[in-house]
Structure formats: C-alpha cells, structure tokens
C-alpha cells in the first residue's frame, strides 16, 4: 500500500467499530461502479468530477475497461492497473476504493483486493435502493467523501508520494504534487469526527486437486502472476450440483491434520462456507442464522439437504474447515463459486476447497496502528450515533426482519 | 390398454387403499430397471426368468435399448414399444409394470407413462435398500409377483386377447396363447388376498412460450408424435437459476383466467410445484413439510428464496399454478426439470410453466371400476395388516423421522 | 336449527366456494362481540340499531351477559340462549352469527357452536385492523349484511317461524311476526348476486382417561348437558408443558384400531393438531406450513421438539390422530387448550386426545342442498370477483407472505 | 477459591482447549448428583469411598441435603456449605466439582456457582446415556478421576491449607492434613498428560422492574445475602407465556445506552437468550443453529414467533442484550426461567431482563494463569487426541446431526 495507507484506532466507544485515520490524506482512489446501468455511469461521472476538483492532489483509478470507456470524458488523467503487461496488484496502489452500485459492486470491489492480505477502506454508495453492505446513499456524495477525507484528526504533512506505478488509463501525464489535507482545510466542519469503520472478516480459500496440489483460482480472483495462493472472499464459497438436477456428496472435514475429523457429508443441492457478513447472503436464503459481523466465526450452511437433521453450524472463525468432493460425485462436477462468480472448472471426486476464517490484527501503538486482514467499510453516519445503527437498521429496514403482520399503514 | 387391464374395489376397511382387480390375467409386463448396475441386470435376469417359466402366457416387455442389451439372454421372444417407426404408447400395451432399482427407477417407469392419463400398476422392487417410493425387497419377488398375479378372486377367463401391437424387442416370434389364471390356480395360496394399491396423484404440466403457444416437452417425457400436450410429473417440477449463481425471479399465480391472481413473485435459486409424493423428495429438502400421499393437494416450495418470509404452501390438487419466468430473468434461462430430468432447453422470460394436480377418478360399478389418472403403486404387504404401515414405516425407517436424540443401542 | 336455515349450492364458477341460499330471509340473529373495547361496544349498538330497523322481523341474540348489559339499550326485545335453567344449544336457534371484533371473537363466536354439527354462517366485521379469519370492514355493515340477507334469489315466503323457544335477554316480548324479504324489497339493487361462502373444516376432538373412559369439555366448548361428547374446534387443540420449563412426552398414533399404528413420541414444549384455518395460527409460528382451507387436511406440528429431525405432517382430514400423554410425564400435567382456551384441569400419563376432521358434506338436491359440518364463512366480495381473493390477500396483505427486501417506498 | 485453585494453560496444539494446571492437588471436591435414582446414588457411594480411600487429603462436600442423606454411610467426615446460619458460598471452598447424572445435573451444579465470577473445574459423569454437556462414563470414574488430580506435571509441594470454613454435613471432625501428590506419585503413568478444559462462558443476567431498580434472584441462583446482583447461566435466560395459552409481547433492545436500540417486539410464545453451550439445548429446539462453545456470542432465538421473518440472531457476546416486557401483556405475568428452573415470581409489564456475555479472562504468566468467568469443563480424552473430539462427536453421536437417509445396517 502506498504511504497514505490508512490506520484505525479502536479508541471508541461505540461497540468494536473502529475509527479511521489517515497517516497523510488518501491519494490514489479506485472507483468500482456497476455495469451497463447509465444513471450508475452518469453518477460516477459527477462524483468523479467533483473529487478532482475539489480534492486536487487525488489520483482516479478505474478498472481497465472503464477506464477505457471514460477516460476521454475528462480533461485530467484517470489511472488504471493491470493493464497488459502490467502485475502490480490493486492493493498496492489504491489508498481508498469507492463504489457505485449495489451489493454485487461492493463484491466485485472486494474480489479485486481477493490476493491481498491488506485492503484499503472502502466508502461504498447506492443509487436507489440500498443493500445492506452498502452504506450511503449516492446523494450524499460530497459529504461522504469529505468525512473519510479529514478522518482522524489529521496533522498537515506533505505528501510522501509513492504511487508512480498507477497506469494511466487512458493516455495523459500523471498527477503528481499532493499537499495534504491543506487546501480543504477551511472546507471542514472541524475535524473532531473520525469516520467508522466495520471491519468485515474474509474468508481464505485454497483449492487442491486429488494429489494435494493447488489449483489455480480464476480472475477475478486470481493472483497477478497465478501463483496458486489462497484467495479471500468476502460473502461465501459455495459448492454446488450445478445445472444437474442430481444431489451432490460433500464431505466436511474440521480442523487441521492431525486433528481433523469429518463432521458429516452433506448429501444436498450444495454447501456453503460463508463469513458473518455473508450471513445475510445466499446463507440465509439457505435457512441460515442471520450472524453479527463481528461475531468471529465461520458459518457451514447446507442447500437443500436431502436430510432431516441437517442444521446449519457456527464454528469458531479459526477453524479449518476441509469440503471434499466425494466419490460418490464421480463422473459429474461439482460448481465451485466465490462471492457470486462462479469458476469455469468445476471439482471432481477426490478435490478440495478448504476455508478457514481470515486473521485480523491491527498492529502499532494506539493510534498509528495499521490493520492486517478483514475489508475496512466505512460506515453511514447519522445522526443517530448508535454503532449498531446500520446492521440493526438493514435488519429492519432491509430485511424486513420480524416484520409485522397486519395491515400497512 | 389392453382387454387385461387392472380394475380396482374401494371396498376396503383400509385408509384409502384400493384393492386391485384384473377382470383376466395381466399379460404383457413392463420390466424397467436401473442401468449401469450388474447385481440389478443379474436380478433382471433372474426375475423374468422365473415370470416366463411359472407365468407362460405372459409377454415380457423392456424399454428398446434394454431389450436390445438383453435378447439373446433368453430363449423366448421379448417385446419393446417405441422401436423406430412405431409410435405406440407404452401404455397402450403395458398390463403391468413391474421395477427393479430405486426411486430412481420408478421415477423413470413413470415417465414412460407421461402422457397416459390411465397408468397400469406398478410393482417395484429394490435390490439393497429401500427407497420411499419402491416397496418391496427383491428377495421377495416371487410372492409379490404371485399376489399380484392372483389379486383380486379373479374367475378364470379366457384371454381377451388385444396386444398384437407389442413390438418384439429381438426377433423372435409373438407370444400369443393365453390362459389366464388357470395354470396357477394351484400354487395359488387361495385367491382371498387382494394386492392394495396405493392411488399416487401426479402434477399434468404444459410449456407455454411467450405468446402463449405451447412449447414440446423432451423425452422421456414427450408425447409419440410430438404433440404438444400436457405431460404429466409423479414427483415435482423443477425451475432452478442452472448453473448461474445469480438469482432467479419468478412470478406465481393462482387459479384461472378470469380469477387467476398473482400469488408472489419468488427470488430465488428456483422453485418446485410438488406431489404429495413428491413432499418427501426435492421439496423436503428445500423445507416443505411432509404431505401423505392421500391429500389431494400440490405443494409450492421456494428453493432459497432471498426472503425471510416465504412459507411453503400447500393448495387443492385442483388449483392451476402458473409459473412465469419474470423479466428480471432477461437474458438468463431458466432451467425447467420434472422428476429429476433436465430439460435441454431452459425457458426465457414471459415464458410459463402451467401445472394442475391431475384428476383421480374411479368409474364404474363397485368391483369392476376403472380408473382414470394416478400411478397404481403396489403396496408391500405384510404381518401389520395396516394401510398405513408402509407409509408410517417409511418415515421413520428410512426418512429418519424425528430420530431419538441419544446413543444408539 | 330453524326453518330458515341457510342453504348452500355449489353451482358457482368460483374455485371451491359454496353459494349461500335462504329458504326464507334469517330471523334469529346471534351478536357475538369483542369484549373490554368500547369502539366496538357503540359499533355494535349502531349495527343492532340499523338492523332492527331495517329489518324488523329479526330477532337480536345475544350471549347472556351482553344482553345483560346492552338491553335497556333497546326500545325492542333483545334475546338470549343458555339462561339459567334453560338449555336450548345456538345452533338450535339462531340462523345468522354476525362477530365484531378479531379472528379471537370469530374463534369465540365458533365455540358457542363446538357441540353443533351444523353452525350457521357467519358474518365477521372487524373495527380496526382485518384479521386473517374476518372477512368484512366495519364501515361496509349495511351492504354487507343485507347482501347476506337476500342471498340467493328467493322467492318471497311467509315466515316459517319455529323460533319460539329464543329467550328474551332483557324483558320484552317476543318479536314473531315476519314477512321475509318482501319489505326490503325495493331496497335490493336486484337479487342476482349470492353470498359466497368459504366452508372451514372444524377438528373434531375427544378427551379419555387412562381406562379409556371420556372425559368432559369445559365451557364454552362443553356440552349443555355436559354429555362427554367430542366437542368442534376451529384452530387447533394443543397438548403443552404449560408453565413447567421441562420438556413433555407425547406418543402420536394414527389410524383406527386395530389399523392404530405409533407415528413417534414427541418431546417437546408440546403438540398442535391444526386444521387448514389453523394453518395460518399458532401452527404458523411453529413452523408449519401454510395450507389452504379447502385442503381437506389435519396438521400436525411440533412444538420446540428436542429433535432435529421432526418436519410438520399433513394428513388426509379423515385419519384419526391419538396423543396420549406418556408415562414420562408421570407426576406432571400437560396442558390442554383449544383455539386458544385453555382447559382447567390438565392431563395427566396414560390419557389421551383424540382428533379427527370432521366430514363435511352437502345433502339434498342441487340449490336446496343443506351441509352439514364445517363453519360457513361469508367471504368478503368486491371489486375482484375471485374466490381466492380473500385467502392470496390475505397471505400477502397480513402475513408479509414473501415480503419484498428492500427499502419501502 | 481456595489456595488450590486450578490454573490454565493455553500451550496447547489442540483448538483452543486449555490445559488444567494444580498449584496443589485440589482439596474439597464437591459431589453433585441427580436425584431421585437409586443408581446414581449407589455409583455415588462407590465413587465417594474410592476417592476418600485413595486421595485421603481430599474434603468430600455435598449440597446439605444430600450430606444429611448420606453422611452416616460413611466412617469419615463429609462436608457442606449454606447451611443454616452460614453464608459461605460455594465457590470459595470448592476446588473441583464433580457431578453424577446428566445434562439437568450439570446446569444444577452451574446454578450453585450462579454468583461466582470464577468456577472450579468440572468433572462429571453419566451413568447411562452420555449427555451433550457430560464428558465421561462413569464406568471410567478412577481413570478420570486420576487423570484430573495430577493434571498439569505438578511438582509436589505441601499443602497451603486454607479451607477451614468447610463446613461438616454431618458431625465429624475435619480432615486437615494434605500432602499434595507425593503419596499418590507411584500410581501415576507419568504426569506427562494435562487434562484438558473447555471453558464453557455463561452469560449475566440481572432483572429490573418498572422503576429500574434490581429484583432479586432466586434460589438456587440466589446470592447467600440476597445482594441482588447479576446471576450467571450456562443455557440460557428463557421468557415465556407460560400457561396462558396467549401471545406473549417482548420488547428486545440491543446495545448500552446512550447507544441502544431497538431491534423488534417479539409477538411469541416466549424468547430466549442463549450461550453457544445453550445452542444445543432449548434454542436448537426452537429453530436455532448450533454455535460452536468457543465463538464468542451471544444466541437471540424467539419461541413460536408469529411472524414469517424472524430469524434466529447471534450477536457478539459482549452486548448487551435488554428484554423488556411489553405494556401489551398487562395484566399478564411472563415467566422467566434460567437453566431450566422457573423463578417463581413472573414478570410484568416493564419490567426488564438484561444479559450479556461474561467476560472469559486469563491472566498471570503462562503456566501459572488463572481464569476469570466461563465453567471449566474437563474434556473427555480418549484415543482420537483431537479437541474437536467430543464436540463434533456428540452432534453425531446424540444429536444424529444430518443422519443418513435409509434402512439402519
Ligand atoms: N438463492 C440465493 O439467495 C442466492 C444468493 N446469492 C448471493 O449473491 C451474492 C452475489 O451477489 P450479486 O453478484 O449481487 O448477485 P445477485 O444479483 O444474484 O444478487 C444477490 C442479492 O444478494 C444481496 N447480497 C449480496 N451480498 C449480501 C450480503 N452480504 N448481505 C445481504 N445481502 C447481500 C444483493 O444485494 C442481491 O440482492 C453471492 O455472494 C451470494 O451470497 C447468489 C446466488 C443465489
Ligand atoms: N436437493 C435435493 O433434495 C434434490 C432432490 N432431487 C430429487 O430427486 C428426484 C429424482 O430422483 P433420482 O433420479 O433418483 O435422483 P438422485 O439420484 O439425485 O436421488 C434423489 C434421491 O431422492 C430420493 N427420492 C426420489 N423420489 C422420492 C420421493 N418421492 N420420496 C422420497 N425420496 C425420493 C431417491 O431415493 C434418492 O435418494 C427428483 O424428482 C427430485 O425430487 C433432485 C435434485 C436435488
Ligand atoms: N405462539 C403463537 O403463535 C400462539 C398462537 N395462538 C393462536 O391464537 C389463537 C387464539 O386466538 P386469540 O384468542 O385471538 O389469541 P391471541 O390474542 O393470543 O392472538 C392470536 C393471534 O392469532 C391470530 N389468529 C387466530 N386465528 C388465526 C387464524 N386461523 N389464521 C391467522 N391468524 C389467526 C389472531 O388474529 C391473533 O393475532 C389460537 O387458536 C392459536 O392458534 C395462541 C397462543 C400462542
Ligand atoms: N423444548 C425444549 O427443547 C426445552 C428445553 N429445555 C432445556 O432444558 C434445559 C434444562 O435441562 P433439564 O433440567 O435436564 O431439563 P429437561 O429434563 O427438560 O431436559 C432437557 C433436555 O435437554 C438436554 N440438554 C440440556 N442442556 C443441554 C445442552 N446445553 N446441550 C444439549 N442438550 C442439553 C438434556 O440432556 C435433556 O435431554 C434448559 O436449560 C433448556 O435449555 C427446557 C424446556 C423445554
């Protein structure tokens, strides 16, 4: 991550949200919007306008193929990374991710931080209706960005550069001289409000074919250089029969050798292994429990087991937990899926997926402490100033948790 | 169906199971058996050896490729239906069918009679364990082919004759001569015994495509001379988002034009419209409850729907279930499955399935009364003279019904 | 019941609905009211004002403390049955039951009816608030009770009176005189339009102790005579622990002797038998699923069972289902309540609840056909002509069936 | 506690499991038994006089009326606590306890320890059927006995004494002198092996009526001088209608104020606040999932909601969970019951039960850390030397998690 990584602060006293705090102010800012939506395209296009010129010093980045798309559309460079030829991974040159669309952009935003261990804070809107990862509504655009912006009490500090390996997406010069938060220094309310942020656990999977050796995963989520590492996810991994109206045969193994031991083998439609914040997801169309996101723990939710007493299980978030296609699958694939993208090549008899929860550790004196593990999402303001605020809210408001009978108002 | 065809008595102090009636001797037997499985081709052998040689006037029938794998096996002709060129309906010659494998198989027995509103019995045996619907073990074949061969205090009657249309499946010549009963009286342990019949309702299931015209169904299911009618389902129909995982949206509504109305639109991995004997298949696992098969009804059971609230719903069997493929689909297909076979092509938006639970009618004076609609299953006898004995069994012999908590013995 | 007891006829195109027909107009009008609501108690006084005066020949019954408290209201006569003394059942007497209040004063107004095998029709309003059982809006009495009135195109009949044994509930004398419909005639925007009528399936239900002996019902359920015949439930019967935080034990068996087989033993807070109408009541909250009212059909659903493995069972209408309370209990009484009225006196190992639907049928020629069992409910009619209508509303309208996720608009 | 307070390690490979440490060899053992079973009470006295006659150092203390029942059995003294006129608790005389009986007898030995910040380890046996809680057969009492008290490779060092306020169940005198593990060395198979611990975490539960004050607990979760402080529970704290066969209304608020927040009323039967230990037990019951006993959480379970959306929640286990009772239910009593035991008097409208997760601390250096919060709980060794071991074991084994479809062997 470049200089301007952000810090966080635990020093809160709202229920385990931590506070955001930029060592020197975000400089290079990845958008993330929705595809084939123009009120999303027309959006960025305003919100984008608006960063640049009032935050001068920001760095654009996109997508290689939005970046395509747009970068004709402005008269200031836009970077881009991974173009062809390129591997520097996107978490190595974004400070801040912000997305436009719904949940599936904030997913998609994920997956490209999927190889890496560290992901910078992501500010995340909504057009119409909200998901419930999505925390602002795009109307609050410019204040949004301006608390994330001055997050943390910042002292002025001129810029420590470093992010000249941002390509530009289209074709300018690059944007260069950063002076801090000082020329929007008048523009702030006071700077006593630090952003909050919710620091969302991953899952890490690996896959391994029948001799134990890895399996590549596949992009988005792959590794620059398809070194076959373990990827994180942010929603779930899921097994699935696929377009074969057959059942599967799971077998679900905890705990690392020697101590791992089957649990059972779900014999269903498929399996999921999801995080907390993912328990809101596919999990809970699959009668899981709703779960805390940070509650630290993994969930193992069948789909459609052929079973009477298959009940969905919580385990501990630093548990291995082994799928293996069993042999009783042979002949047929099994889908294996990611946050919603499913891989081109299916398991067979004898592979593995194994998953454990990510580790989160933030690390560092009080207040300069940086953060390893987990996807920092920066959480909606309000005037209410509960930190339960937001997922009690989506629970209701979203959800429709418990929602009551009787006629509507 | 033959002049041979089965009659059955309500006149039983049974739950709702009939007794099965032959006005003469069932002559022409449908054997259908589970492929790929060596123990099953050798029980095949062995079952229709044993028929042949105790039951002489009888026809011994298999799907095509069956007869064709089998042939030179026996000494006496075998018939199939369906070669090229015919297009006789398997129940335009069946007097009996009679499986050998599990579920499964019967499942397929039954969709060799989907177009046929009037099915002949079916008697099923398994060879290893026991399946919900198949009710007898192998090892008892010889007793349950005689109970079923004498049910019903049949008087010795001629042969009626009337299957001349029965294709020979090798080459050899027809089998013609038929006695009836006659040479069987003996062993017969006294004619007092009525083999009971378990009357299973099935969904009659149409395409529609986006102009209301109706779509052809796949075989096995499709009609002889591809006419688009109606086909009929023993277990559900399937619609499932395939291998896509991404939610389906699709629309339910309830009853008939002019009083047909929306019931809800599910967004989901899919959805089934089920049998009663279809509760403890596909729907149970996706959490519908379990319905005996003597309710005349049809089960809706969503499968994961992105909702806290959608209960399965049970209706009369009598109420037509529209399925609409939502336009929120655009671009995807849907994939449409009955009893377990994918159809090849998916359906697109505005597109419907259309089902109603068939009508189950029995006509005619007591005793000598035909009937129209359901699949005859023949229902294992034994010591517990009761009804509902197989069905109770079944529960919690196989299905584990509220399983006691606690060490085994 | 009286000679213009209502008739049915199911020449209607709508799914499933009975037509309701009078011989001649209804005379003996049951009001059965929330109790402890003052809004309710003036609508009352306003809907009872409009009926006398409207329709004069009508008599007003009242249960026994309402006519108490309400007659000096009226410059007429206001009746009563079950006085002291006396014991003329409802059923023999009243020809209309009209409720205001909720779905527990329709439950109410069908147990003063528990010992009847054949129950009037009644006319539900309700004040605020529609419940899942009432049908009709205060605001609609007026149309709503003369559309009842005139249901049917009759001809226009003297008074058959036979009605004389109706007490007065206050002093006055008897109302008798009565000419039918022919004063109102005029009024009537043309006969052609029948009252719909929704036939609800009662459970039939009897308590036995240890030796097999019955046991008496407790009001209101209990027999005038308090004859220790089975009694008419609505809802459900529910066998619970009661205030005892400990599990109960109790053995389902279905069938009649000597068919009587063992479903399972239960152990649980306790057990429902519910019918369809129940379906949508406390069986709901316990995980059953939603089953139309014209399934003919017995729920059986556990109550928090200590088993993972326990899926609610639907039965054919006609089985009987016997909870004994078993020898693991012994020392504790199991609770015993039915549609939501709880019986003083517990039971206790060793006796037992027997439950099945009852039978409705319909006699007599087309379009004066009388029925017998069942609780005629006068659907609500309106702009939509459906028969499913009320039931679809109903699911989607006050049970949040598959509520949308998502903000609200 | 006494100066043999048990101390833990965490050097442990297996998951998360600690390692029991003895500064000395525990001195007062309490024995908990069920009651009313003259097996258990036989196994009691078996197991009483080989522990005396092989640790003689040991302290052997009972509840009071069990010491009364049992003490003239014996020719040594036995010992008790609470009894009259004494307000020596429980948990600062016990060194370990162990218990006779099931899962009921595990929760009452818990209760005596409802006031105690910090537990001494448990060990218990079960006579038949192995509970979910219980760890050890009883057949194997000597082994696991042993195994227990050399735990941790003690050096053996004499006696710190310190329990002199042991008060005698019967009259004898006290057994004083104490050698630590010298005499019992030479029976030892090598200390080489620490028993492991489970630390089961409860929650704290305090009660509040309308004005905010604190009501009392009560026995046996009482504090001796009816301080009315906190109580913990190792199931859960259950709120139920009880006996009146009606809704129940609670009001569940979330967070500490300034910052809490309402999350839903729940319109139920009751609803239960729940550890993980808890999940397998009355929760598992009503629909929840089962957590694993080491994530930190907290399990919201409603009983027989009447809604279609309410799911099952888990919240970290460090908030603060309020049920308040709903002015709905005036002039109902709500029952509330923790582990099982009903307290007496129920709750009215407005009145509060507030919970929250203990907090689990080690503290001191390694090796020789104490715990604070949680019931320590001797895990069963055996062959497999995996932690998962008895967990997973017992979903299997006695909850027949997801147990296979089809005929047993
Ligand atoms: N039957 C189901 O419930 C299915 C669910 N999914 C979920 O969809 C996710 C992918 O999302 P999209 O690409 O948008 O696919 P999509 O277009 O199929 O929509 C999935 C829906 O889930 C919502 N969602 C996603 N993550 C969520 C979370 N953590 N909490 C609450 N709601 C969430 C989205 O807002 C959207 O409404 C997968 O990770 C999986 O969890 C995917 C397939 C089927
Ligand atoms: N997740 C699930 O539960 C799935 C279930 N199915 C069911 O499988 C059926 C097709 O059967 P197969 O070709 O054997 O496929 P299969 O090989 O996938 O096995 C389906 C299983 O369901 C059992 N089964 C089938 N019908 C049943 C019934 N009416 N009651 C109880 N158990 C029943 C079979 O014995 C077998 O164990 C479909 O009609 C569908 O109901 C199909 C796909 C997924
Ligand atoms: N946990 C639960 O869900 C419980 C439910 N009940 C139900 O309440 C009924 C008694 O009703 P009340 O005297 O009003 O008691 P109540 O005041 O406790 O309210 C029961 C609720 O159920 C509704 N309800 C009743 N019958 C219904 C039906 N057939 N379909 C849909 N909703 C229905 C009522 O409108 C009311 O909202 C019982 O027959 C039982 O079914 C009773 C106790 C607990
Ligand atoms: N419907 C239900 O499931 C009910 C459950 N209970 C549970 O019973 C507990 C009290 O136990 P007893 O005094 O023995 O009452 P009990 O005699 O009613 O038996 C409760 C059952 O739950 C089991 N159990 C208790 N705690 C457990 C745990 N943590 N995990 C797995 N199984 C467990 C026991 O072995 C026993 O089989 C309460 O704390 C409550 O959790 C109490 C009432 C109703």
Redesign the interface.
Known sequence: MTGSSARVSDQT????LLALQWPSPPRNILFVRKDDDTAVHDALIEYTDHIKATYPETNLVFEPYVAQQIHDRFSFPVYTVRESGSNVPYHAKVDLTTTLGGDGTILHAASLFATAKSVPPVLSFSMG??GFLGEWKFKDFKRAFREVYVSGHPSVLPSKGGNADVTDGGSGPRADSMTGWSNIRGKSMGSSRSSRILMRNRLRIGLFDTSGERLPHEPPFAHQDNKCEDIFALNEV?L?R?????LAHITIL??SP????????????GFLVST?TGSTA?S?????????P????L?LT???????????????A??LVTLRIDELNRGKEI?V?VD???RQQGLRAGMEVRVVGEEVRTQGPPGTRDWMGGVPSIVRSGH??????HW?GG??????????????G
Request: net charge negative.
């Open positions: 006293t709202q229920h385990d209706t909200l899921l699935h696929g377009k074969l109206p057959h905890i705990g020697p101590h791992q031991r089957t649990l059972t083998t779900a014999i269903a439609d907390p596919y809970l169309s699959s009668g899981g429990c709703i779960v805390h940070l509650v630290s723990s969930l069948p789909i459609c087991p052929r079973s009477l007493s298959f009940r969905p299980v919580v385990l501990p630093n548990t889908e899926s919603g993208v499913r209410a100033a509960d930190g339960e605020d009690v629970l209701n408001g979203l959800l429709k948790f418990n929602y009551p009978f009787g006629e509507d």
